[in-house]
């Protein structure tokens, strides 16, 4: 082995502190890229396998009642590949052993008894239910799960008002329902809803459904015109009480599925390679300031005749086992997270698998950045010093003139010590560098803020959805649309105490080429238990005939209060209105519009009529309004909001913890980077400076501030730039995140900056601290002795 | 007489600090010759460490002419004064310029792995008897030792030219002789062209030419007719 390839090894072991620290902050840029690359991909990959293999469908349509012989029409559509005609119900069910209602979505399989041919349920277990039978279903594996149901079970459904029990056949997953939401609910909640498949026969008997369908599902072939087909379709349908077709965009499992990836593929492309860009900054400066250390060194080996390309191969070598270190953690690290959150989010997704390619590209990418940086910044350092004479890069570096500036005078006026005046000079004498090490700290707040924000954010969604807006325990939801005599029939159930009715119209609006398919909430005036806040807190009453929408509303289809907006009923008489934007409201969850119930019926010209109840309940009475309720022919379902809340809580504090507790480590692994490095490089720097304080009679701790106090001053001031940079951090963050389905808003109070600046400053401070003791152990002979 | 190893001609080295020029060397002309050992005297800041510097290619001069033999050393690329040190050079300096995380042979072996025609690192060590101490690391060898190792270094490739500053400087009278004694073997076995800096004035005792500095310039230059041992030299 050459002498040169010895030092480059021993170096490398007398730097292992700081090479550790910096491949640290390295491998976390890595580990980020291939996490979020890896996840993102494994779940686009699935979904996109599941969904070929069980052929998904492409567009979807709701009547109230077509006769079969509708469907061949609709096969012969222009543009449709494959047709099937389906009965979908909502039952209420009463579980063995849950004193709550649960709510199932019923699907007709074929008469054949074959699967169907569309959204193919794959089965996990048992079998499919006999064609001829009256008391069989498959259900849903998370539903058999959450429940604990096993094959053989029963359970009973109220039926059009009649109570079946229902024994279990089999479990199946399928690729309408990987993500799984209950009418009405927001969460996924297995317990509580589960979708039921059951024999043709049997749902039609049981619902007058006899010879006719309330559900197709279309394939399109190659080429075809959604759009063109959704309204062809909507034609045919349209005299059978068809709500209006629609695609996968507005299939709901589809669209929080695809909506999810789709954040994480934003994740992936937009703040990982930010993350990654930052550490590989972060590391180009550090290696520069340690290889600019070597000058003397790089003299001596021009000196003796070592060519620059050698000189440059050496220390881009040293740099580039740190790089190599840091590389091999992330790619370690990084493969393992992403396998684990792929994991993990196929198990909150229901995919019956999960497939996981390696992409080789984003591991290869990532070590080629990691490396060109680390190899750039020591090259960079290297080559200053050897493009100096070698009689100039050996002798020490000129003592770094001092100037009598203003700056000087104002701090002599304060009177400082000589240490505080030493701290202030160098960061004076060496701008540059301490706003470089300031930058890289305030990304490290940054990064804190741009994630510590979200649970601030869900708490404040929370708050307003479930303390603010929605203040029932529970919604009744009706079989189907009654008169507001209903609201009556529920008062008399045990425990009531409050009942509000409301009506779920769904609508098309229109603002002239932009259009939204929602639905509007029709509530009586003041009512209190369903409101709406605005964004000061303010509850907002809708006066007049106008219509309120939410804010995502009114950014989508550019509307503001007192603009036209075109109304058009997608169910019954199917009328178009032009109405007024009475005002604009705050909602995190989906899209929503609101009116009075005097506007609506004035303007449909019929009596008011509802579609749920909201109630709340005397606790003590708990018991019997469940009970009560599962046989009450007028109701498909319950939702809880308490139990919402819960689940809500529990899902995104989960995700919001991982989040937090990651992106907490990499500033924590940023900071330690930065000031340990920092202080280990002041300390070589600054060697003989401090010993000869030392001889001169300082202290250990007066000669220690001044290493802690120039660090933990640049700190400080990183902090406010570290602040501002996390706000437009989060902000980027909150609008990548925004969707149909919910948006985040930014929450960022006073505490949320402090959690940030507390972990940086703390973690700056007990690195520096770590290097400090090499003060303590300084030898100030051999320091004297040698030369810089 | 014999051949000139380097020449100078109206050599001039300035170095500007802040608004004030400084002469460093003032136009000078010196012939160095083959197998010569050269003592430089001066005082301090006239200009002796430049010289050597700029001979031995490690600095460059602001106007005049340097000649290595027949090469041109004011005009050479950095490639080539980078070629020509590893090929005619070796260097002494006054602190030694050990890399620390070397041992005294791997310091040695720096040199001789990218020497056309270099002794064996052992035998270099040998040659300044420092044979016994060949696997320690600088920090555990005292400042005379380390500087025979610096010697080693410098001459295992067979210098043509040996470059020394102020080799004695940082040493006391019985380690600097040591030290002398091997700049004079490697000067008469080998004949290797030697210049040695020195504040010391005893030493001329022991050099072919004395040349005196001052202020940039050469003040005298004279020659000795008998020579004497480092060993017999007291200060
Ligand atoms: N890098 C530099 N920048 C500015 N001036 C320099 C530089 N190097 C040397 N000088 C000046 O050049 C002059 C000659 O310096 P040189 O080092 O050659 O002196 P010297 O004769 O070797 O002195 P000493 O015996 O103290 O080593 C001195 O006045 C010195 O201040
Ligand atoms: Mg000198």
Redesign the pocket.
């Known amino acids: 082995m050459h002498a040169l390839d010895k030092k480059l090894l021993r170096d490398f072991r007398r730097l292992w502190g700081q090479s550790l620290a910096i491949a640290l902050v390295l491998a976390c840029g890595v580990m980020i890229l291939l996490t979020a690359f890896g996840m993102y991909r494994a779940l686009d990959d699935t979904l996109a396998a599941f969904y070929e293999r069980n052929e998904f469908a492409d567009v979807w349509a709701m009547t109230e009642k077509a006769p079969r012989p509708l469907l061949s029409e609709i096969s012969a559509l222009p543009g449709v590949q494959t047709a099937e005609a389906r009965v979908q119900e909502y039952l209420m069910l009463d579980l063995p052993g849950r004193v709550k209602s649960a709510t199932g979505l019923a699907l007709s399989l074929p008469d054949t008894g074959a699967l169907p041919t569309l959204n193919v349920p794959l089965l996990r277990a048992g079998r499919l239910p006999d064609p001829q039978a009256s008391d069989e279903v498959m259900v849903n594996e998370p539903f058999a799960e959450a429940n604990g149901f096993e094959i053989g079970d029963t359970f009973e459904a109220l039926m059009s008002g009649q109570k079946r029990r229902l024994t279990i056949t089999g479990t199946a997953l399928s690729p309408e329902f990987v993500y799984a939401i209950g009418p009405g609910t927001l969460m996924p909640d297995d317990e509580s809803f589960g979708i039921l498949w059951m024999p043709q026969a049997m749902l039609a008997s049981a619902f007058d459904m006899s010879g006719a369908f309330n559900s197709v599902t279309l394939s399109l072939s190659r080429g075809a015109q959604e759009d063109q087909v959704i309204e062809a379709l909507d034609t045919l349908l349209e005299p059978y009480g068809g709500t209006g077709a629609h695609g996968r965009d507005e299939q709901a499992s589809n669209a929080f599925v695809t909506t999810e990836i789709k954040q994480l593929k934003n994740m992936a492309t937009i703040l990982p390679p930010v993350f990654f860009g930052i550490s590989a900054f972060l590391v180009n400066m550090v290696i520069g300031r340690i290889i600019a250390l070597e000058r003397a060194e790089i003299g001596l080996l021009k000196a003796l005749g070592y060519t620059d390309l050698h000189i440059a191969a050496h220390y881009v070598l040293l740099a580039g086992l740190t790089a190599v270190l840091g590389v091999v953690i992330g790619w370690v690290t990084g493969g393992l997270s992403a396998r684990w959150m792929a994991g993990e989010y196929a198990q909150y997704f229901k995919f019956p698998y999960l497939i996981f390619n390696v992409s080789y590209d984003a591991y290869a990418i990532s070590g080629f950045l990691a490396l060109l940086t680390a190899a750039v910044g020591a090259l960079r350092s290297a080559m200053g010093a050897a493009a100096l004479p070698p ?2 890069a050996m ?1 020490p570096p ?1 003592p770094p003139r001092f100037k009598r500036s203003l700056l000087d005078r104002a701090l002599s006026a304060l009177r400082l010590s000589q240490p505080s005046m030493m701290i202030w000079r160098s960061l004076f004498r060496w701008p540059l560098r301490a706003a470089f090490s300031a930058i890289g700290l305030s990304l490290a707040v940054a990064i804190m803020i741009s994630v510590g924000f979200f649970s601030y954010s869900i708490n404040s969604i929370a708050d307003i959805a479930f303390n603010q807006s929605n203040r029932e325990d529970i919604v009744l939801l009706f079989t189907k649309e009654r008169s507001l005599s209903a609201l009556e029939d529920v008062r008399a159930l045990p425990g009531v105490m409050e009942v509000e009715g409301e009506l779920f119209t769904p609508v098309t609006l229109r603002n002239g080429p932009l259009e939204k398919q929602l639905s509007i909430t029709t509530r009586g005036a003041g009512a209190t238990l369903a409101r709406s806040i605005n964004e000061t807190g303010r509850v907002v009453e809708i006066d007049g005939p106008g219509l309120l929408i939410t804010t995502r509303v009114a950014e989508v289809l550019r509307l503001a209060p007192g603009d036209p907006v075109e109304v058009e009923f997608m169910s019954g008489r199917r009328e178009t209105y032009t109405l007024t934007v009475a005002g604009v409201t705050e909602q995190f969850f989906g899209l929503g519009a609101f009116m009075t119930r005097e506007a609506m019926s004035h303007l449909t010209r019929s009596a008011p009529q509802i579609s749920v109840a909201n109630v709340t309940l005397d606790p003590k009475e708990d018991d019997a309004f469940n009970r009560a309720i599962k046989d009450t022919p007028l109701i498909s379902g319950a939702v809880r909001v308490t139990d919402m809340k819960a689940s809500f809580d529990a899902t995104v504090e989960e995700n919001i913890s991982i989040m937090n507790g990651l992106f907490s480590v990499v500033a924590i692994l940023i900071t330690v980077g930065l000031t340990y490095n920092s202080a280990r490089i002041q300390l070589s720097e600054r060697a003989r400076e401090l010993a000869s304080l030392r001889i001169l009679g300082f202290s250990n701790w007066e000669v220690s501030y001044i290493l802690i106090g120039e660090i933990m001053l640049i700190a400080v001031l990183a902090q406010p730039l570290g602040w501002l940079i996390g706000y437009g951090l989060g902000h980027l963050m909150a609008a990548s995140f925004a969707s149909d389905l919910y948006t985040i808003p930014m929450v960022l109070p006073p505490a949320a900056y402090a959690t940030a600046s507390v972990v940086v400053l703390g973690t700056a401070l007990a690195s520096v601290l770590l290097v400090r003791q090499r003060i303590d152990r300084l030898d100030l002979v051999s320091v004297m002795k040698t030369r810089e | 007489m014999p051949e000139a190893v380097f020449h100078t001609e109206k050599l001039v ?1 300035t ?3 802040g608004g004030a020029e ?4 003032a136009g000078v002309d010196l012939d160095l010759y083959a197998s010569e050992l050269t003592v430089l005297l ?12 700029i001979l031995g290619g490690l600095d460059h001069a602001t106007s005049g002419k340097v000649m290595f033999r027949d090469l041109d050393l004011t005009v050479q690329s950095d490639r080539a004064l980078t070629r020509f040190r590893r090929d005619h050079v070796g260097f002494v300096f ?1 602190f030694y310029n050990l890399v620390p995380s070397l041992t005294a042979r791997e310091n040695v072996q720096m040199v001789t792995d990218i020497a056309p025609n270099p002794m064996r690192a052992e035998e270099a060590l040998e040659r300044v008897g420092m044979s016994d101490r060949i696997d320690h690391f600088p920090a555990e060898l005292s400042g005379g030792q380390q500087q025979r190792v610096a010697i080693a270094r410098a001459i295992a490739k067979r210098p043509e030219v040996l470059l020394c ?2 080799p004695t400087g940082a040493l006391d009278s019985s380690t600097g002789v040591q030290v002398l004694e091997a700049i004079r073997e490697i000067n008469e076995d080998l004949g290797t062209t030697a210049i040695v ?1 020195t ?1 010391n004035a005893a030493i001329q005792a022991m050099a072919h030419r004395v040349v005196r ?1 001052q202020d ?1 310039n050469i003040a005298s230059v004279a020659t000795n007719d008998t020579r004497i041992a480092p060993s017999e030299i007291v200060w």
């Open positions: 009689a100039v002798s000129a | 080295k170095y500007r600090t400084v002469h460093a060397l001066g005082p301090s800041g006239s200009g002796k460490s430049t010289l050597l510097n006054q500053d102020e800096i504040h500095f940039g």
